[in-house]
C-alpha cells in the first residue's frame, strides 16, 4: 500500500529525542495536519510556549514535493496529480500551500512550436521551456512527467522575462526625458504624454487613530480617452504617475525620433 502522500510530500522526517531537544519522559505533544498542538478531549490543552519543542516539524522549504516529484518522473502525469490531490487536503493549510506551489515547478501547460517547447510562466506570458524555470513539464504529446533538461535559474528566466518585456515596451513607447514620453497608443497614433506624480500623504484614521496612506484624485487622460487599457505602472513603465497632457505627433516628429 502507498505511504501516506502527504508525508512524503509535505514532512521532515522525525528527529530523535537528542537531536530535538527533549527530556525523557511524556513531552511529546501530539499535532494536527498542519503542525498545530490539539488539545486533550478531557479539558486538557497543549502548553502554549513558543518554545514548543516537536518530534516532527512540517518542511515549509517544499523539498519534499521536489523529491516526489523526482520520483514520478515518467508516470503519466493524471496518475501523478490524481495522487497528488487525493491526498492533500485543501482545509489543511499546510497541504494547500504544497498544492499552490505545484505550478512552480510543473510546466502542466507545454506545446511544441517549430520543434521549440513552450510553456506558459507565472508571469502569464508563455516562455520557451529551457527560460521558464521550471524543474518538470508534462509532455504535450505523452502526458508523460518528464524532467526540464534544459532549465534556467528563475533568476536568469526573471531577466529574460524583463528582456522581452522591455522589448515590447520599446515597439509602443519612447522617453524623452523625467515628465515626457511618447506612446503608440490603441489608435494606431502616437502621442506624446506629458506625466506628473500621484500626489501621497499620510491620513489619520478619526476612529482607529492609526495612520493610512491617501492619495489626491487625478484624471489620466489617456485612460479616460479610452486610448489604453494598460495599468498605469505597465503603460508608462513606472508607478506612482499619470498622464496629465496628451498630444498627437506630427508626421515630422514621428519622422525625426524614428518611431517607424
Known sequence: MRKDMSKVIVERPRLGRSRAGLKPGRTRVIVDDDGEPLRASRGGRAPKSDKLQKTKNLNENLNPLKRYLAS?????????????????KPTSTVQQHVRDHLDDFVATKARSVKGVLWAETRWGKPMPLSETGHLYYVHPRTRLLLKNESRLSWKQAERNFRKLDEAERAKRMRVIDATTQVHLLKDGAWWEVKLAKVKQYQKRDP??????????????VVHSAKLSGMAGEKLYGRAGVYASEKRQLSKAEIKRLKLR
Open 72 to 88: 514520478q518522473v515518467g508516470r503519466p502525469w493524471r496518475k501523478v496529480y490524481s495522487e497528488i490531490s487525493e491526498h492533500l
Open 207 to 220: 476612529h482607529s487613530g492609526g495612520y493610512y496612506t491617501a492619495q489626491d484624485r487625478y484624471t489620466d
